[in-house]
């Protein structure tokens, strides 16, 4: 069975790091892109950063652009998010996906960005 795994969320500090991970199973993990999405509490559930299957191409929201990285280690089956510079406004629930694939969803973890 197909499983994406997010951990590495928390309560940080304004202007902290966190780094997300994505641990998948039950595929072949480096033949598909991945993406990063959040959601936060009364929002709509939007789209973070985009990372191809190679990890040779990678996109970012304009709200994350210099403050954030995706990356992926396709021997270990893992995709990340290093999250810099966070702002109170990142505070969400960080999900992972593989694109093209409605159903291949993480399950979640939440990030907390306060003073």
């Known amino acids: 069975q197909v499983q994406l795994v997010e951990s590495g969320g928390g309560l940080v500090q304004p202007g902290g790091s966190l780094r997300l991970s994505c641990a998948g199973s039950?595929?072949?993990?480096?033949?598909?892109?991945m993406s990063w999405y959040r959601q936060a509490p009364g929002k709509e559930r939007e789209l973070v950063a985009f990372?191809?299957?190679?990890?040779?191409?990678?996109n970012y929201a304009d709200f994350v652009k210099g403050r954030f990285t995706i990356s992926r280690d396709n021997a270990k089956n893992t995709g990340y998010l290093q999250m810099n510079s966070l702002k109170p406004d990142d505070t969400a629930v960080y999900y992972c996906?593989?694109?093209?694939?409605?159903?291949?969803w993480g399950q979640g973890t939440q990030v907390i960005v306060s003073s």
């Open positions: 996906k593989v694109v093209g694939r409605s159903s291949y």
């Open positions: 039950g595929f072949t993990f480096s033949s598909y892109a």
């Open positions: 990372i191809s299957s190679t990890g040779g191409s990678r």
